[in-house]
């Protein structure tokens, strides 16, 4: 009986430290899976070509647009923050942790790869995914969802853009109008 009770002690004492990821680290590693990461940093890049472009007969030194692009992780950060809010008023941990488990499949991958280059069988696995709670929550939100993050990444990308034209600012460089 007396190694029982030591047995569930040193069990509970190990679940109890073992690292519990949180609901904002699960969301970015969705973000990260499903490639909602890469298309945010693939807009910070056009928005710096976009600036580039607007500024070209200014002459800014490269050296400044280098120091800017240093504020690309923070922006990133930015989105995936208000993202996680907006997720978190749709989805639970567990329904984010099932999306994690989903776009970790090679169905997962493939659809953020190529999703015309599904298999057949790749096929049959979204179609039961859908199908799943989850897959459902996903597909009645997606409306709502669509309208939450446009307005989310409507704000982010016109603060973000306001800032890199302050700083241009700042360095003396204006745009011309």
Known sequence: ??????VLTLFLIATACLPQRSYQEDAIRYFKLN???NQYSGAVDQMFELLKNQ???????????????????????????MLVSVYQSNFTQKDIQELILFYESETGKQMVQNVSALTEK?????????????GKKVQNQSESLKTMVG???????STLY????????????????
């Open 35 to 37: 490639g909602t990461e």
């Open 1 to 6: 009986m007396r190694n029982l009770i030591f």
């Open 151 to 157: 307005e989310v990444s409507e704000s982010w990308s």
């Open 55 to 81: 500024y070209s007969a200014q002459g800014v030194p490269e050296s400044i647009w280098v120091e800017l692009q240093k504020e690309k992780p923070q922006a990133l950060e930015n989105i995936k923050s």
């Open 162 to 177: 306001q800032d890199m034209i302050e700083k241009l600012e700042a360095q003396g460089f204006k745009l011309s109008k």
């Open 122 to 134: 790749q096929k049959e696995e979204f179609n039961n995914f859908l199908a799943s709670e989850v």
